[in-house]
């Protein structure tokens, strides 16, 4: 099943672009596969934090200050 690919025009840093073609080069992948890969990560990593999140949405909330004095109180910190 071939995939239906898009075309868009992405600005990198010189310095980051110059990396991405060198890891291509070595590795034996396009410059595509690898951004689709780091964005499907990233993505990824998103999709998890959005469930973490969900999972936690009844936890009481704490203030930063509530939490520092409980890290004191208890000895962490």
Known sequence: MATATKRATVYLDPELHKALRLKAAETS??????????????????????????????????????????LKKDGRI
Not at 35 to 56: G, K, Q, T, Y
């Open 29 to 70: 992948r396009s410059v595509s596969d690898l951004v689709n890969d780091a964005i499907r990560e990233a993505l990824a990593e998103d999709a998890e934090d959005i469930s973490a999140f969900e999972e936690r949405v009844r936890e009481p909330l704490i203030s930063y200050d509530q939490m520092v004095k409980r």
